[in-house]
């Protein structure tokens, strides 16, 4: 069973908080009253060994074609959400994945 990993944005520092339910804190409680809602690690990696978190955005490549999408949970999970139009596809480990921001961060990348 994997770690359930979570991450908040705090605004006024204008940094993510990291936190699992295994080390889960008062302190973190306190953070999480006063931040964006949480997001959840997927427990896959991109190819840089970055941890992909609900929110991410990231790129990959299949055939000749670059794809930039965000990662999202939808009805039984974690799935790769277009940003042209909303279709979804599931999430799948590909070796050219790569987180390139996120959406609380990065609102720039969500244009297509």
Do not use: C
């Not at 302190?27 to 964006?36: A, E, F, V």
Request: hydrophobic content about 35%; overall charge negative.
């Amino acid at each position: 069973m994997r770690e359930l990993k979570f991450r908040a944005y705090l605004p006024e520092i204008k940094r993510f908080h990291y936190f699992s339910m295994g080390n889960f804190h008062l302190s973190d409680y306190h953070l999480l009253r006063h931040s964006h809602q949480a997001q959840q690690y997927t427990g896959l990696k991109d190819k840089d060994g970055i941890e992909i978190y609900e929110g991410d955005i990231v790129r990959y490549i299949i055939g000749n074609r670059v794809y930039v999408e965000q990662i999202a949970w939808e009805n039984y999970g974690w799935v790769f959400l277009s940003f042209d139009g909303g279709s979804s596809s599931p999430i799948v480990s590909l070796p050219s994945l790569e987180v390139i921001g996120n959406i609380t961060e990065n609102p720039e990348l969500k244009t297509p």
